[in-house]
């Protein structure tokens, strides 16, 4: 009887297994990287930038600047 009860569960883990594994490969097809929301953030500000009148020269130095200073490894604002 105990063998019927651990072949029930191996049956259920399998199909929760397989349902986790096509839930990933959905999500991986119809759900884009986050980096691209980033990137698309900093080259939306960078054109807003250029149409406000800021050269580009002075965008990308002040694009690496927080709070005034240059941040590199931890921020602490």
Avoid: H, Y
């Amino acid at each position: 009887m105990s063998e019927s009860k651990e072949t029930q569960a191996g049956v259920r883990e399998q199909g929760l297994v397989r349902f986790g594994l096509g839930l990933a490969n959905w999500s991986e097809r119809w759900f884009p990287d986050p980096l691209i929301f980033a990137l698309m953030g900093i080259v939306i500000v960078f054109i807003a930038g250029l149409l406000l009148g800021e050269s580009p020269a002075k965008l990308a130095i002040q694009g690496g600047r927080i709070s005034g200073r240059w941040c590199r490894s931890r921020c602490r604002w």
